[in-house]
């Protein structure tokens, strides 16, 4: 069997989406991989390979939520960015806040996009088109 194109980290400490994004992206025909994290610290771990539960290897994808409780996600894509081993990893921000300010900081710290949960389709159907058309049209690190 062939490796996915990509694999997907899922950093979200809501439960119901993170399903919502799971269920989206299966009934969309996605065959990528999805590991959820529920909070930024969660997702180091599993980045660095050192949570044994969760692996994610290359290529990958983080899907990231903003206001997450212990690491939000500011405070992930730091950490991420100054990590030389992590620092390239794609992140697409996946959040509620419409806020200006909030979405200059996260392009600031080199996400891939910005994307609003609402925006995002019923059931995050536009997302799972999205994350397809982007396995297809990128190389990945």
Not at 43 to 61: F, G, K, M
Not at 77 to 97: G, H, M
Request: glycine fraction near 6%; charged fraction near 25%.
């Amino acid at each position: 069997m062939a490796e996915p194109a990509l694999h997907i980290l899922l950093v979200e400490d809501d439960d119901v989406a993170a399903e919502g994004v799971v269920r989206s992206l299966a009934r969309a025909g996605c065959p990528f991989p999805v590991v959820w994290a529920e909070d930024g610290c969660v997702a180091l771990a599993a980045l660095r390979d050192e949570d044994p539960l969760r692996h994610v290897p290359r290529p990958r994808v983080i899907l990231l939520d903003l206001n997450m409780p212990r690491m939000n996600g500011f405070e992930f894509l730091a950490q991420l960015r100054a990590d030389p081993r992590l620092s390239d990893d794609v992140v697409f921000v996946l959040t509620t806040s419409d806020a200006q300010g909030d979405r200059e900081r996260a392009y600031q710290g080199h996400v891939a996009g910005y994307v609003l949960k609402a925006a995002a389709g019923p059931q995050y159907a536009r997302l799972a088109q999205m994350l397809l058309r982007y396995a297809e049209a990128v190389r990945l690190p």
